[in-house]
């Protein structure tokens, strides 16, 4: 028992190790997706450096601006140079700004002080909030419409078969069949290889970027390892698609297959690399099983606690009539000592 308790615990720990390796990767990878994306939507990629360092509250305000098309009204500071004060003014106006006169769907809006304390969850949140909101992201509904379009648009190509946003692009031969299908000629699909990921995402990127503007948002490298991020991949796919323009797609031919929901984690991670789901599962169960225990003890001993309180107010009572009983006894023996006298 106790060697399997080791050993469960040892699997617990790799596990918990895993999880933060890929934890730390994906918010890397998010942070450069959005430094990379709000330097094409501000026509300058250097103008985030540090992304942990760099987003405040004037810069989201432009990108807003940008963004929306629209100025804002609300009064904010545009030097700032390390004022705190000013830092969290401009932040609260952004916040104002987001909320009331763009009025982004789905908002993840954070507190003006964790914009000025670049609190990178938060930050990463709203910028989500943001990029969904304006290429219509927004929901899985938006995604699954977006899914069908590359679907329809690719569905004569050979070695190509889009039913989901994880396993239908590992290889990124979708990517290539898809540029290939809005812009023949240009990247000549059938000199693809499925087991050159990184040539076939570098090559439809490429394509993208040259001949139709779109932005070079695709991580080449977590792209090549097997992460797929669908957040950075329907973003990409979404500008494709505007830049592609009006194309025309029956709908009716659509594989018999493809799912009518998309359902699905934003990240794909290897299953090879993870811990076997029977052991998690065992896991998680086991520790739902010990908090259930714990919240029954903390249950019962709340409820002694409450029967002493109880025994305790009704002693006291009883104490209290017992004094003014003696008390009252005494009154009544002085009364009469002095009848008698």
């Known amino acids: 028992g106790r060697m399997e308790g080791d050993r469960r615990s040892r699997s617990g720990s790799e596990w918990d190790r895993h999880a933060k390796s890929v934890r730390e990767g994906v918010d890397a990878r998010r942070k450069e997706f ?3 994306w709000i330097g094409y939507v501000l026509g300058d990629p250097e103008v985030v450096k540090n992304f942990d360092e760099d987003i405040d509250g004037l810069l989201l305000i432009r990108l807003l601006e940008k963004l929306s098309g629209q100025t804002c009204e609300h009064k904010f500071h ?37 914009i000025v304390n670049h609190n990178p969850n938060e930050v990463l949140g709203l910028l989500q909030s943001i990029l969904n909101h304006f290429r219509k992201l927004g929901s899985s509904g938006d995604r699954h419409e977006l899914l069908k379009w590359v679907a329809l648009v690719t569905k004569d190509v050979p070695r190509v078969k889009v039913t989901s946003w994880s396993s239908s692009f590992q290889d990124a031969m979708a990517l290539v069949a898809l540029i290939d299908k809005l812009k023949p000629e240009v990247v000549q699909f059938d000199t693809c290889d499925p087991s050159d990921v990184r040539g076939n995402v570098i090559k439809a990127q490429e394509a993208a970027h040259e001949h139709m503007g779109v932005p070079m948002l695709l991580n080449v490298t977590a792209f090549e390892s097997g992460l797929i991020d669908e957040h950075e991949l329907t973003t990409w796919v979404s500008y494709v698609k505007e830049a592609a323009g009006a194309v025309s797609v029956d709908e009716n031919q659509l594989p018999a297959d493809f799912p009518k929901v998309v359902r699905g984690a934003s990240f794909v991670v290897p299953s090879a690399d993870m811990v076997p789901r029977s052991e998690l599962e065992k896991e998680r169960a086991e520790k739902e099983k010990a908090q259930e225990e714990l919240r029954r003890l903390l249950s019962i001993q709340e409820e002694k606690g409450k029967e002493k309180d109880k025994v305790e107010e009704k002693d006291k009572v009883e104490e209290k009539a017992e004094e003014k009983e003696k008390e009252e006894e005494k009154e009544e023996e002085k009364e009469k000592e002095k009848e008698e006298e």
């Open 78 to 114: 545009k030097d700032v140079k390390g004022n705190r004060p000013k830092e969290l003014e401009n932040a609260t106006v952004m916040l104002r700004f987001v909320r009331e006169d763009i009025k982004v769907s789905r908002l993840v809006a954070p507190a003006g002080q964790d």
């Open 34 to 36: 959005y430094v990379k």
